[in-house]
């Protein structure tokens, strides 16, 4: 009976073509979403890792309505003298393209694509995720950017550029080239640095977004943590590395959630469709063949053995288009990878 199920298969080949066909693309589906959103999740998990790298602590305003109001400039002072605390160091970051770079031929980088994101620069060692690798650090009338986006726009440094901000156009000089963490890992981003008080300037911010600590090598993170948290008063709050990175992945999987459930819920649609497929295939591909079946029992095989036989034609076209539908899902994760490429997200 096995040989002839094989052989059934082999002689109906075109007959059962949409339904492999079928499974094909619903296994595809699946596997392709998987893949994509594990693939999104090991990217941004790494980013998160690299974005709070070297900050212990960090000590940022809170709301419980609206935005929280910006640091004074006056703390700064405050929490570098607690005990345990080997650095501090102001965070400024302006909102997403609030800050824009002109091209040489007069063109801004499209902002339908990764973000453009613009950071006060940080002197402290280790307490930057930015190290300066050609020209000089930003100070007052220049940036610098990092060396991905400078390639894929044609930024050069020592020439001056415009830059689109909240207060108007001004003219800049780039005066360094910069990488984000070890690789430069920007999934697409523009990132820029410029003097902390002139970004504040631009965005038209009083103080800081957060104030960030580097300890001393043999402190206690718990125990600085409650010693800064001592000497702050109203709405303010310390927190510890882990929280921080726990928060930055939170961030980065809502959206990628999103990703996930939209391929699912094709996956979904093509799952459901198969369905009505593939029961009307074998309805009819077991009409068609009601003779050849009466003829086997004929010739004594019992209604196990050929109930048995369909369901085997159904296991082994399962088997091969579920394995040929998992290396598709994979093809369509790198097509879908390529496609964010080409939109400027490299993951």
């Known amino acids: 009976m096995l040989r002839l199920t094989l052989k059934n298969l082999a002689a109906n080949r075109v007959r059962f073509a949409l339904t492999t066909f079928a499974v094909i693309l619903a296994v595809s589906f699946v596997v392709s979403s998987f893949v994509l959103t594990d693939g999104l999740r090991s990217t941004f998990?790494?980013?998160?890792?690299?974005?709070?790298?070297?900050?212990?602590?960090?000590?940022?305003?809170?709301?419980?309505?609206?935005?929280?109001?910006?640091?004074?400039?006056?703390?700064l002072e405050e929490v570098a003298m607690v005990d345990g605390v080997r650095a501090v160091a102001p965070y400024v970051e302006a909102p997403d393209n609030a800050i824009m770079p002109?091209?040489?031929?007069?063109?801004?980088?499209?902002?339908?694509?990764?973000?453009?994101?613009?950071?006060?620069?940080?002197?402290?060692p280790g307490l930057s995720p930015f190290t300066l690798v050609s020209g000089t650090a930003a100070s007052s009338g220049t940036f610098t950017i990092d060396i991905d986006a400078a390639d894929r726009h044609g930024f050069a440094v020592g020439e001056t550029y415009e830059v689109v901000t909240p207060e108007g156009r001004m003219q800049f000089e780039l005066s360094g080239l910069t990488t984000f963490g070890t690789d430069n890992d920007t999934v697409g981003a523009t990132l820029m640095q410029f003097e902390a008080e002139q970004l504040q300037t631009l965005i038209g911010q009083a103080g800081y977004d957060a104030?960030?600590?580097?300890?001393?090598?043999?402190?206690?993170?718990?125990?600085?943590?409650?010693?800064?948290?001592?000497?702050?008063?109203?709405?303010?709050?310390?927190?510890?590395?882990?929280?921080?990175?726990?928060?930055?992945?939170?961030?980065?999987?809502?959206?990628?959630?999103?990703?996930?459930?939209?391929?699912?819920?094709?996956?979904?649609?093509?799952?459901?469709?198969?369905?009505?497929?593939?029961?009307?295939?074998?309805?009819?591909?077991?009409?068609?063949?009601?003779?050849?079946?009466?003829?086997?029992?004929?010739?004594?095989?019992?209604?196990?053995?050929?109930?048995?036989?369909?369901?085997?034609?159904?296991?082994?076209?399962?088997?091969?288009?579920?394995?040929?539908?998992?290396?598709?899902?994979?093809?369509?994760?790198?097509?879908?990878r390529s496609l964010f490429g080409a939109l400027g997200a490299t993951l």
């Open 102 to 124: 002109v091209k040489r031929d007069g063109t801004l980088i499209s902002a339908n694509g990764p973000p453009q994101l613009a950071f006060g620069w940080i002197e402290t």
């Open 45 to 75: 998990g790494n980013l998160s890792e690299e974005i709070v790298d070297g900050t212990d602590l960090e000590v940022r305003p809170v709301a419980d309505f609206g935005d929280p109001q910006p640091l004074d400039a006056a703390l």
């Open 211 to 336: 104030i960030e600590i580097a300890l001393e090598a043999d402190a206690d993170a718990s125990v600085v943590q409650r010693s800064v948290t001592a000497v702050l008063s109203g709405d303010i709050e310390v927190v510890d590395n882990a929280t921080l990175e726990s928060e930055q992945r939170a961030e980065f999987n809502e959206g990628i959630d999103i990703i996930g459930n939209v391929l699912l819920g094709f996956a979904a649609v093509s799952l459901f469709v198969s369905i009505f497929i593939i029961y009307n295939t074998f309805s009819i591909v077991l009409g068609q063949r009601t003779r050849e079946l009466a003829l086997l029992r004929t010739v004594g095989a019992d209604p196990v053995q050929l109930r048995r036989s369909v369901q085997a034609e159904a296991l082994v076209m399962g088997i091969v288009a579920s394995a040929i539908g998992i290396a598709a899902g994979i093809g369509v994760a790198y097509g879908l």
